[in-house]
């Protein structure tokens, strides 16, 4: 019988071998180590560690290659990576965490006072967001924008300097040097 290298449990029927790894992946989680095997990742910004990340890619391009969901293994949608079932709960994870992110920032427009979430966004408001960005898109991402943004933001609880605008506002202060015309008014 097997027992956890984090909190010593031991495992026994399947119920309880489902209960036992999302318990784990929670704790060794919480403890900042891979969620996977429990050994600490070198890097900070990911949840498992670089042999566990490099297995989940292997396992994930062996289902897309005989055409089946990366996240539950049965027929993925024609020219897709998952199934619909998995693709509406992505999505559904992604509104949740837009409007967790937009409600911790004012949840409307701090110019104008939209509040209809398609046409709000983050702004930077020091007007730094490119450079923002690509710092942090060279330690984990190719781009740092929407989701990754989103993430990104209530990892660090939501930190200062952040503000939503509409996209309205958020192009005439582009337009503007940093000024919306709404703020001449």
């Given at each position: 019988m097997k027992t956890c290298s984090v909190c010593g449990s031991r495992r026994t029927s399947p119920e309880k071998q489902k209960q036992y790894a999302a318990t784990r992946r929670v704790r060794a989680k919480s403890?900042?180590?891979?969620?996977?095997?429990?050994k600490r990742p070198k890097d900070d910004a990911f949840s498992t560690c670089d042999p566990c990340r490099a297995r989940q890619?292997?396992?994930?391009?062996?289902?897309?290659?005989?055409?089946?969901?990366?996240?539950?293994?049965?027929?993925?949608?024609?020219?897709?990576?998952?199934?619909?079932?998995?693709?509406?709960?992505?999505?559904?994870?992604?509104?949740?965490?837009?409007?967790?992110?937009?409600?911790?920032?004012?949840?409307?427009?701090?110019?104008?006072?939209?509040?209809?979430?398609?046409?709000?966004?983050?702004?930077?408001?020091?007007?730094?967001?490119?450079?923002?960005?690509?710092?942090?898109?060279g330690k984990r991402y190719k781009s740092m924008t929407g989701v990754h943004m989103y993430r990104w933001l209530k990892k660090n609880e939501f930190p200062d300097g952040f503000q939503v605008l509409c996209h309205n506002c958020n192009f005439s202060k582009h337009l503007n040097g940093g000024k919306c015309v709404h703020e001449n008014d």
């Open positions: 403890l900042g180590l891979c969620s996977v095997c429990c890619r292997r396992y994930a391009a062996n289902r897309v290659s005989r055409g089946q969901c990366t996240g539950c293994g049965s027929m993925a949608r024609a020219g897709a990576q998952s199934c619909l079932a998995c693709h509406t709960a992505r999505l559904g994870r992604y509104a949740a965490l837009k409007a967790n992110v937009f409600q911790a920032y004012g949840g409307s427009c701090a110019c104008c006072g939209e509040s209809q979430s398609d046409f709000l966004a983050i702004d930077h408001v020091e007007n730094n967001g490119a450079d923002h960005r690509r710092e942090l898109a």
